[in-house]
């Protein structure tokens, strides 16, 4: 075993390394080591240790992500114990899905009525892609794909218990993508199992009214929204990092040449003459993306009730595999009100219960929206008769 040991004297603001004409011993409790000392004399500064570098306490060390979760649980657990503990949490969670498939068969919330003054719910999506589509008409469509995944009502909060009850609004929890209980904490997971349902990775609330309340438990699937639909989607954009003022705020940039030296990308003058500080909201570098941002009046092209996947049109915030919120348009009340009221009275209120409407067709589309299992070009015989 390699060891070494300094002896330093500290005088005044220099160090020097003492000579020594005895052993040091390092000693411990199973071996000990002895040492001649070093007896050349080497120059230091003194420096202070830097605030940032200190070490971590260990409740916040990184876990070595090298070692999987079986390698980790073979240490501690012998093989039968692990297959009684997947196969059990396997029957559980099974077992909790299957008893809050249908949340009407004990003790059912009270249903209403659709009002112009009803919001309903929105649900928790996953960004999957984008892909074109195109009308019957041969307009071209760019289309965002939104998967919803186990997304389950996890608590109600009513209109009383709101931070606003003035406004006559609830909020409704909901939980997205059921992820594994065991690096969760119990406060976490104590949430969940006041409404009978596993673990989320991810949870959101969103206002509601009261005649829209839904019973914790409730699964919510793609079917809540119909073709032909406006929705308003929430998400954080991608993180583009530190960018100049050229791809931030879209400057046009100096000139190439004539005497431009190393500034053909930047701001130049700020116009800040006869104030001495920078001015608030000036366009200047500085972190660009990572931020929230909403897009509203997006149409829904098809549904997919399958798979649950939503065919929006247009761009959604986010990258692929990001979650995003999405919910009713509220652009209705400013323009064409009456004819987003009609069609968002026949929408399923409060959500889709299958077992009151029945299994739906595996895809739903929009009347204008081309399809490619139908012939796009129908010939008509002289007799009348379509071949």
Request: one cysteine or more; a positive charge; aromatic letters at 8%.
């Amino acid at each position: 075993m390699a060891a070494s040991m300094l002896v330093r004297a500290v005088q005044n603001s220099r160090q020097t390394w003492s000579n020594c004409t005895r052993y040091a011993s390092l000693e411990n409790s199973q071996w000990t080591l002895c040492l001649p000392a070093v007896t050349t004399v080497l120059p230091c500064r003194t420096t202070t240790r830097r605030r940032d570098r200190l070490p971590l306490p260990k409740r916040l060390y990184v876990p070595d992500k090298t070692r999987t979760d079986q390698d980790r649980q073979a240490d501690e657990l012998t093989p039968q114990n692990i297959a009684h503990i997947q196969e059990s949490y396997k029957e559980e969670e099974e077992s909790l899905t299957q008893a809050r498939l249908c949340p009407l068969k004990d003790e059912p919330w009270p249903r209403h009525a659709w009002t112009p003054e009803s919001r309903r719910t929105g649900v928790l999506a996953t960004k999957i892609g984008m892909m074109p589509m195109w009308t019957k008409t041969g307009h071209r469509l760019t289309i965002t794909l939104l998967q919803v995944q186990d997304c389950h009502v996890i608590r109600y909060v009513p209109v009383e218990d709101s931070d606003n009850p003035d406004r006559k609004q609830g909020l409704l929890t909901l939980g997205h993508r059921t992820c594994s209980p065991f690096y969760l904490s119990e406060e976490y997971l104590r949430t969940f199992e006041k409404a009978g349902v596993p673990p989320k990775r991810k949870i959101a609330e969103f206002k509601v009214s009261k005649d829209a309340a839904i019973k914790p438990g409730t699964p919510l699937y793609a079917a809540h929204f119909r073709p032909g639909q406006y929705v308003d989607v929430y998400g954080k954009s991608v993180d583009k990092g530190f960018q100049g003022v050229m791809k931030r705020h879209g400057f046009k940039g100096q000139p190439a040449s004539h005497g431009q030296t190393k500034t053909h990308r930047r701001a130049g003058a700020i116009g800040t003459a006869g104030h001495g500080r920078v001015l608030p909201g000036t366009k200047m570098p500085g972190p660009m993306g990572n931020v929230v941002r909403y897009t509203r009046g997006l149409k829904i092209w098809r549904v997919n009730t399958k798979h649950n996947i939503l065919y929006v049109n247009g761009q959604v915030p986010g990258h692929n595999d990001g979650w995003i919120k999405v919910y009713d348009s509220i652009l209705y009340k400013s323009k064409h009100r009456k004819k987003m009221e009609d069609h968002l009275g026949s929408l399923p209120f409060p959500t889709y219960f299958e077992e009151e409407e029945g299994e739906l067709e595996e895809d739903l589309y929009d009347d204008d929206l081309f399809r490619f299992d139908e012939p796009s070009i129908v010939f008509e015989s002289s007799e009348g008769t379509k071949k």
